[in-house]
């Protein structure tokens, strides 16, 4: 028997030092659909999210709040787990960096980095961003005008002992090895970002603190605790790392945000060549929402929070909010505006019009003259000649684009043949053929075709709105489907998407409308 192919995608892990907010959804929610894609396809997925608890920040916050570090952590990574179970993410693991199962296991590899000496002790001197928790180099400190790239405030001048990773050591290698694998980073502004950098000189990196009272102590010195930064990027082998799970090592995408890059495409794969792994297969660095034209800031009071996606969830539904984030979202290099006028126009004209207004058409009809029985395709329509072949090509298109992470275009191809649907039934008008019952053999073969292709089209569309599709499936008597989303989403895509899989007979059931419109 030929072994499932397995595909490993992740999330940051994301760090606990504020509540969930549009951010944190929007990344899972992409890695939902990938890995929803992925088992429709019959892969062994493993996706994995999770929190980052340690760190300075951490600590500050829960002071602030008069808690110790992991009563604060324990609340908040209990309110992304809680979150993300009510946003029916399909994750397989919920990693925490204060798990056991973690903290021995980060100190075991750093142990090893120590051992080949590609861990060593120095004193630092130089910049640090407080609120990133983030040592920056003399250059890039001055680009930046010696302030934070993300929050704008001071840097700090510190100077201190410190472990260091000899990072220099793998310049070239990295460089090559970016050079060579041209989809390692993606899209391919964020490659030649990081190609440029490396060029310019990649020095040594600070991977402990001293006075990190709140982190995995050094495995050889307990005065140091390891550095936030590295000890979170260890989440990725630390969740596999055992009998049953190494084997999905190489991850095949680690999907993160354009703000934590360096860390991923540069100090990350440096420290799997030291330890003499694998390097992940792909590294996808998606922009930032902003809100009404706006960009989001504590200052301003416009950041998209629990509360408002529920607001969102509530009048419009979940599938909903899943369809414009993965659409409407900032997954290339531009930032992305989540506007309500354009959630609206979005919902309206994808789901309420084309795609819950074509199922209502082809079940209302399919019930109005046969009975709700889905009929014979026999009688020859001469417009059906190329219908076929039109689901074919949508088919072809989304594949190529959910393997180029354009999920807006993956979309767009599934509603391009559901529009091919309500153009078919405008060009047959088999509510006008019907009222002749010699036509009726045509309108069988109209409706047989128009209910296949909704079929095909629903397989595409699944892992982005899987609730409504699921209700989908049962009126077209699609229940293997249903089935094998209960068992963890596991498909025979290339299979289920070919032509002529409806069989006639089966029961087309009318239900309320999948989308209702919103004015």
Known sequence: MTPKKKFYITTPIYYVNARPHIGHVYTTTLADIIARYHRQRGADVFFLTGTDEHGKKVA?????RGLTPQQFVDQIAG??????????FTHNDFIRTTQPRHESRVQQYVKQLIDRDDIYLGEYEGWYDQGQEEYITETNARDQNYKSAVSGQPLAKVQENNY??????????????????????QPEA??????????????????????????????????????VWIDALFNYITTIDAD????????????IGKEILWFHAVIWPAILLALDRPIYKQLYAHSFWIHEGQKMSKTLGNFIDLSKLD???????????????ATQGPIGTSDADFAHEKFASVYNADLANTIGNCTNRVCNMTNRYFGGILPEHGAH??????????????????????????????????????????????????????KQAENMPMVGTILYNCAEALRIASLLLWPFLP??????????????????????????????TQWGQLQPGTPILQADPLFPRKK
């Open 60 to 64: 500050d916050a829960a002071h602030d």
């Open 79 to 88: 309110e992304f787990e809680s979150t993300f179970e009510r946003f029916q």
């Open 164 to 185: 260091f990773f000899r990072l220099s050591k793998y310049q070239d290698q990295l460089a090559e090895y970016i050079q060579e694998n041209p989809k390692f980073i």
């Open 190 to 227: 964020r490659r030649n970002e990081v190609l440029a950098r490396i060029n310019a000189g990649l020095n040594d990196v600070a991977i402990s603190r001293t006075t990190e009272a709140w982190g995995v102590p050094m495995p050889t010195d307990e005065s140091h605790s390891i550095y």
């Open 244 to 255: 049953d799970c190494n084997h999905y090592w190489p991850a095949d995408v680690h999907l």
């Open 311 to 325: 607001d969102y969830v509530n009048e419009f539904g979940l599938d909903s909010l899943r369809y414009y984030l």
């Open 381 to 434: 329509v001469k417009e059906s000649e190329t219908y076929n072949q039109t689901a074919k090509e949508c088919v072809a298109q989304y594949v190529d684009a959910m393997s180029q992470f354009q999920l807006d275009a993956a979309a767009a191809s599934a509603l391009q043949l559901v529009r091919a649907i309500d153009g078919y039934i405008d060009k047959t008008q088999p509510f006008k053929l019907a």
């Open 467 to 496: 609730i409504k599709i699921e209700q989908l499936w049962k009126q077209l008597g699609c229940q293997e489907y249903v089935d094998a989303v209960e068992n963890q989403g596991l498909g025979d895509f290339e299979n289920w």
